[in-house]
């Protein structure tokens, strides 16, 4: 046992001790001082392919603008018909709201205008009778073969049916006005595409409570086929802007993608410039006039990547000044 001891104290501990020293020195060598890492590259901004140029930030949007979808009151949502990304015709229910009361009332509007109906039916049948019956007294001579009493108590019932008879006309078009009216309000519980398009964005779900007055759409939608690019020009380049100019767009985050554009109109109302930070502060002297162009497609055919709402960077052919 203390010979063990010896060989412990005179070899095991002089190794461990050396082990620990290596490994100290390990991990202060390379483990301390990790190796840097490669540098990343940036992508370099997209270049203008025109010699002059007017250059601006573009945002892709439909060409039908981007739509926002409400309903005229308030309601539950009973049935969502559509997702982000459905294409849609125009006039097709896209979403539909409770309206179990209002189709009830236009089950009772229906059968009110079925009785007038009838009855304004009856009231022309006796109409006809009453002038049928003034018509054949009217041939006979007066005094002999008919009073004059009797003569004039079938003139007066034939004035009663046509007054009778008017009066269920003004009731019949009563009741189809009220039955009108319930299926207005039906269509009012039912939010329709106004185009045909794409939806872009869906904010209503099963159960949900719609308002009318209110900050968020219940749907938005828009046309995507073909893209326009929203183009802002500042203020002080719009003396060398020329309608009809040729344009080209490039993506902000592949410089080397870049897509035709095709003039479209210019809205002649300068703004202010609205790409701000977002301070109550900031006052901004800087004002924008909007350029519409439309994406051209590809010549392979295949859709360019964008999306609406993305931002692009557009150069704009200038005449040389």
Do not use: C
Not at 111 to 122: K, S
């Amino acid at each position: 046992m203390v010979f063990r001891t010896v060989l412990l104290k005179r070899f095991a501990l002089p190794i461990l001790a050396v082990l620990g020293l290596g490994l100290g020195l390990y991990f202060a060598a390379v483990l301390a001082n990790p190796s840097e890492p490669p540098p990343q590259q940036l992508g370099l901004p997209p270049e203008s392919p025109y010699t002059h140029t007017v250059s601006g930030s573009g945002l892709v949007e439909a060409n039908t603008r981007n739509i926002a979808l409400g309903v005229p009151t308030g309601g539950l949502v009973s049935d969502v018909r559509v997702t982000e990304g459905d294409e849609v015709a125009a006039g097709d229910v896209l979403v539909r709201l409770d309206d179990r009361a209002l189709q009830a009332d236009r089950a009772v509007q229906e059968q009110n205008v079925a009785l007038v109906g009838a009855q304004r039916t009856e009231a022309e049948v006796h109409r006809a009778d009453a002038y049928d019956q003034l018509h054949r007294a009217e041939r006979l001579k007066a005094g002999l073969s008919v009073s004059e009493d009797r003569l004039a108590r079938l003139r007066f019932s034939a004035q009663s049916a046509d007054t009778a008879l008017a009066s269920m006309k003004a009731q019949q078009a009563l009741a189809e006005a009220r039955l009108a009216a319930a299926q207005v309000a039906i269509n009012e519980r039912l939010i329709t595409a106004p185009v045909a398009g794409r939806i872009l964005k869906v904010n209503v779900t099963l159960g949900a409570y719609i308002a009318p007055q209110t900050n968020t759409a219940a749907l938005v939608l828009g046309n995507d086929d073909p893209l326009y690019v929203r183009v802002s020009v500042d203020e002080n380049d719009l003396w060398r802007l020329q309608p009809g100019a040729k344009a080209t767009g490039a993506l902000r985050s592949h410089a080397a993608i870049g897509f035709p554009l095709t003039f479209v109109r210019i809205e002649p109302y300068v703004i202010p410039k609205t790409s701000l930070t977002g301070s109550l502060s900031e006052r901004v002297d800087t004002r924008t006039m909007d350029v519409l162009f439309k994406v051209e497609p590809s010549p392979d055919g295949r859709a360019w990547p964008l999306y609406i709402g993305q931002q692009v960077d557009v150069f704009i052919h200038a005449p040389k000044t």
